[in-house]
């Protein structure tokens, strides 16, 4: 197989995973038991270019939110996905079972955080003090549960398939 198209399947088979795991939110599913905290985990690990990852993973999102409906705190949506790329890209060089679950656990906390605060700050259903922010982040526990386990499979999926397939690839 000549470089070209061996390139070629580097970048599509990347490309492809993340927009499989962006738009299985599309599919039915539990709340918060989608595979996007896992995509961004995963961006940094199977994209070389940081650029092509980000955009990769903010055009799937938006697509996908077409289709779902969009709603007034996607930019801590957005935003925590971006960390969470950004900061994984520099942590994941050598990665491993071990790393890519505390990643995971990391990721889904770090979402929950930015997440949540945006629907205390921007909604009228807390009062706009730290009790409310805490009652906030209280009566969302029961979706973090889903958001942990639903990043830590999908992760791990992305993981086992992206080094089966490259396996395949260089043999």
Same mark, same amino acid.
């Given at each position: 197989?000549?470089?070209? $198209?061996?390139?070629?399947? !580097?970048?599509?088979?990347?490309?492809?995973?993340?927009?499989?795991?962006?738009?299985?939110? $599309?599919?039915?599913?539990?709340?918060?038991? &989608?595979?996007?905290?896992?995509?961004?985990?995963?961006? @940094?690990?199977?994209?070389?270019?940081?650029?092509?990852?980000?955009?990769?993973?903010?055009?799937?999102?938006? !697509?996908?939110? $077409? #289709?779902?409906?969009?709603?007034?705190?996607?930019?801590? #949506?957005?935003?925590?996905?971006?960390?969470?790329?950004?900061?994984?890209?520099?942590?994941?060089?050598? !990665?491993?079972?071990?790393?890519?679950?505390? !990643?995971?656990?990391?990721?889904?906390?770090?979402?929950?955080?930015? &997440?949540?605060? @945006? #629907?205390?700050?921007?909604?009228?259903?807390?009062?706009?003090?730290?009790? @409310?922010?805490?009652?906030?982040?209280?009566?969302?526990?029961?979706?973090?549960?889903?958001?942990?386990?639903?990043?830590?499979?999908?992760?791990?999926?992305?993981?086992? #398939?992206?080094?089966?397939?490259?396996?395949?690839?260089?043999?």
């Amino acid at each position: 197989m000549n470089n070209f $198209l061996k390139n070629l399947k !580097l970048e599509i088979f990347p490309l492809s995973l993340i927009l499989v795991l962006a738009f299985s939110r $599309l599919i039915p599913h539990p709340p918060n038991f &989608t595979p996007i905290i896992a995509a961004a985990v995963m961006s @940094g690990y199977l994209f070389k270019n940081i650029y092509i990852s980000s955009i990769v993973l903010l055009i799937s999102m938006f !697509l996908s939110d $077409l #289709v779902i409906g969009l709603y007034s705190n996607f930019f801590f #949506v957005y935003f925590s996905l971006l960390l969470i790329m950004f900061t994984c890209t520099k942590i994941i060089k050598d !990665l491993n079972f071990k790393k890519l679950f505390l !990643l995971s656990v990391f990721s889904a906390l770090i979402f929950f955080l930015i &997440t949540n605060f @945006g #629907v205390w700050a921007f909604s009228n259903m807390y009062e706009k003090n730290l009790s @409310g922010l805490l009652y906030c982040y209280l009566l969302a526990i029961p979706f973090f549960t889903n958001t942990i386990i639903s990043t830590i499979v999908f992760s791990y999926l992305a993981y086992t #398939v992206k080094n089966f397939y490259y396996k395949k690839l260089y043999n």
